[in-house]
């Protein structure tokens, strides 16, 4: 089965630029995140749905980030004006629904982003 | 609050066994995951303990101590392809998403000859 699939692979912006990334997840799976990894730290979760819907977004910096999931598959996520700080490895990952092996999730390759 | 504990670095050579320990503190506990990542690649799943008790996948296995909030991740027969970093990952069954996962900063393995 295909991957979780994600583009671009790398981005340069300059601060205050906009930028956005986009996710495929894996076929069938209901739930997508969307995490923050900056260079030796662990995932950090951004937001989280379900279908649809939003589950989770505490930790979206939702001054500047935001996310949408139509239809239930595709996703994207949007920085809008980026800042240093947000230099990072933007990681999409899916799971099936809670009930079932949810706890597994599958991860895209990342988009790295640098902004000058 | 949530936190998860594990060391920041561990060495090993070829054939080895190595352990790399997990702690945590988090209010709504409903089990343990762990997983790799390669420089540059994506995390991927290893294993995953909702009970107490040890789980074993092949050359990997993990172990949950819920009284202790402790967890371990075995590798035995170390391998080159083993250098990477390994997660261990709290599922949070308070915070929002049912499946939200809170991950500790990782510890870096390098497997020598």
């Known amino acids: 089965e295909a991957g979780v699939a994600q583009s671009p692979r790398y981005k340069i912006i300059e601060k205050r630029q906009s930028v956005a990334f986009w996710c495929n997840p894996i076929?069938?799976?209901?739930?997508l995140y969307w995490y923050q990894q900056i260079l030796g730290q662990g995932p950090k979760l951004l937001i989280q749905?379900?279908?649809?819907?939003?589950?989770?977004d505490s930790q979206l910096p939702k001054d500047r980030f935001s996310a949408e999931r139509l239809k239930g598959v595709d996703s994207t996520l949007k920085i809008q004006p980026a800042k240093l700080e947000d230099s990072a490895v933007y990681l999409c990952?899916?799971?099936?629904?809670?009930?079932?092996?949810?706890?597994?999730?599958?991860f895209g390759p990342g988009t790295r982003l640098t902004v000058t | 609050g949530q936190s998860l504990e594990q060391p920041s670095e561990v060495t090993a050579v070829e054939g080895a066994i190595v352990q790399i320990n997990c702690t945590y503190q988090?209010?709504?506990?409903?089990?343990l995951s762990w997983y790799q990542q390669h420089d540059g690649g994506a995390p991927t799943f290893l294993s995953y303990?909702?009970?107490?008790g040890l789980e074993e996948t092949g050359r990997f296995s993990s172990f949950l101590s819920r009284s202790d909030s402790y967890g371990y991740l075995l590798l035995q027969e170390l391998q080159m392809k083993d250098s990477a970093s390994y997660f261990c990952?709290?599922?949070?069954?308070?915070?929002?998403?049912?499946?939200?996962?809170?991950f500790g900063a990782g510890t870096r393995l390098a497997v020598h000859p």
């Open positions: 990952a899916s799971s099936l629904a809670a009930q079932r092996k949810g706890y597994e999730q599958y």
């Open positions: 076929s069938g799976h209901a739930t």
């Open positions: 749905f379900q279908n649809n819907g939003v589950v989770d």
């Open positions: 988090t209010s709504g506990f409903y089990g």
């Open positions: 303990n909702a009970l107490d």
């Open positions: 990952a709290v599922r949070d069954m308070f915070s929002g998403g049912y499946n939200k996962l809170i």
